[in-house]
């Protein structure tokens, strides 16, 4: 075997063991810096992996049964399956921003975390769906409130501030700013939007916003005006009977509300600039779910596709996560006609596209045929696994 033929065959396991740890999750014998709570997939171990950027699950109580061991070693980490050595790892540092607070005393951790190398806050820690009927069951944002790790509203001048020390001390290369869902017409859009625009100005930081379909569609042309770079519509799941169960008041929308509102976005932002979540693990129809992200991918809109992550303290937190095989079949569907298309992690600006620790997409994702070279922004890029 030549040495290209090794650099494949070592990225091509480095992108299945990946696959795997989001699934199974991963034992370690002390903190790693996992995020908890939070708006979305959250229990998030926060690592490198032979060089790639991942989060895993480490609190969950499935993890416990997992194969997958981070173990501490003279010079780092590695990460095992019994006695064999599986792979290189290295730990996120603890942020040096962490250690500051504003003039009346908010620490900066509360106002936004450093994920990696991108900075992420929930701007609003409340949700009109949150504690009734309509709470999305997978989501813990009112978990971290509750527990005091967050304050409900970040403002636009505390980001701003906090995201210059990001910068400048821990080298954040962009900001991803979301929100619980308001029970205003543009449901939060324009808040998010203005604490973005306040993020930008201060640290010249890329940005992404999240927010719900707003109901009248010129409110994302207003958000764009605010200098924003990308935005997350996140729809969660394609089948609708699933998002119905999980999700009731997202699902009042209509997926049709989403494809709507996402071809205004790419009109607006571009091509690869704007995404949304897919959850597996529900209880989806995994055809219905390719067929949808397809179609998404064909109108310029990112499917960032990640393996259901139960967080603790949510109404799913006793609900499995999905088997890597699952998973990775239907990374495997997607990937290759988002390559096609020319959408790859390396042209998004901003967000979780951008920063893919959260899935498996980009360990699958290559530039050019079988290349193991680094993407664009100098992070290694794994070849697809076919």
Known sequence: MTEANDRVADATETAELIVKLQSLGLRTDGSIGAREGGAGPADAGMLWINGAPVTVPTAAGYVKDSPYALRREDDGFGVYEGSVRLAD????????YYDMETADGVPYWKIALM???SLASTVLQTCAYWGNSDQCKFCGIGVSLDAGRTIAKKTPEMLAEVSVAARDLDGAVDATLTT???????RGALYVGKCAKAVKEASGLPVQVQFEPPSDLDVINRVRDMGVDSVGIHVETFDSKVLAEIAPGKARWG?????T??????????AGQV??????GMGEDA????????RAVDIGVYPFIVPLRPVPGSLM????????AYVEGIYRQIVPHMLRRGLTAAGTKAGCARCQACSGMAALERLGSGSTKGLADGRTALPLVV
């Open 89 to 96: 790892a290295s730990l996120a540092s603890r942020p040096k």
């Open 115 to 117: 994920h990696l190398d």
């Open 180 to 186: 619980g869902s308001t029970a205003t017409p543009d």
């Open 255 to 259: 997926i049709e509300a989403y494809f």
């Open 261 to 270: 509102a996402w071809e205004r976005a790419v009109e607006v932002f571009g």
């Open 275 to 280: 995404s949304t979540y897919v959850i597996l």
């Open 287 to 294: 055809e219905i779910t390719v067929e949808m992200c397809k």
């Open 317 to 324: 937190e006793d609900v499995l996560p999905p088997s890597s």
